[in-house]
């Protein structure tokens, strides 16, 4: 048994979830006090979130992530999840902006418990998946400046469940088959609330895009 595998047991993975509970609490605070932000600041903040990704990604090489930066990411991540939240509220009503959360919060659960209980390597897919993150991101640039039509876009949003659903798999069985350690819990805290919110973005849209 490895030195980091020795580290995986009953308390990392209490810690873990127990962070990723307060992270999600932290993200629904934010959530409510972005009612009360300018719009005019919500492009500031998301270029933060964006460059706390891309600083996290970077100091996650030399050492680990701390606890506040992770609280401040997913503080300003539901500040700027306000608008996309609030747009599907007053178009396809409350009722369906909860459904949407219903099904990626069973969804996200389910494979969490099938990657971690199958003990499956799914870390094979991560080189795919960030090639097709990039595809993803490449075409969602494309549809602002050419917009697609409502079967691309409903096939669009489907490739997007598709990309996190195997980044689910992949996070997941990363834990299971190469352990963690507590030192790692605010990065991988932040991974996995990109993928759980990522997921119901995208199952949100394609719902919406079927609905119109």
């Known amino acids: 048994m490895t030195t980091t595998a020795a580290h995986v ?11 990723f509970f307060a992270g999600l609490l ?6 409510y006090a972005g009612q009360y932000v300018p719009q005019a600041l919500m492009l500031p903040l998301m270029i933060v979130e964006i460059i706390m990704i891309v600083m996290m990604i970077f100091v996650r090489k030399k050492k680990a992530v701390g606890y506040g930066m992770m609280f401040a990411f997913m503080f300003i991540s539901g500040m700027t999840l306000y608008p996309v939240i609030a747009y ?9 902006v909860l459904e949407a959360f219903g099904i990626t ?5 389910g494979i969490a418990i099938y990657a971690t209980v199958s003990k499956r390597d799914f870390t ?8 097709s993150l990039i595809a993803l991101v490449g075409l969602g640039i494309l549809n602002i400046f050419l917009p697609f039509s409502s079967t691309t876009q409903l096939i669009y949003s489907a490739f997007g469940i598709l990309i996190f659903i ?12 190469h352990g963690f350690t507590e030192r790692d819990i605010p990065m991988i805290v932040v991974s996995v609330y990109l993928d759980f919110v990522n997921l119901f973005l995208y199952i949100l849209r394609f719902i919406g895009i079927s609905r119109d």
């Open 9 to 19: 047991g009953h308390r990392p993975y209490t810690k873990l979830f127990t962070a």
């Open 26 to 31: 932290t993200a629904t605070v934010g959530l």
């Open 88 to 96: 599907y509220v007053s178009t396809l009503g409350a009722n369906v």
């Open 105 to 109: 919060a069973v969804s996200f659960a």
């Open 124 to 131: 094979f897919l991560g080189s795919f998946l960030f090639i």
């Open 166 to 177: 195997g980044y689910t798999l992949y996070d997941f069985s990363r834990l299971t088959v």
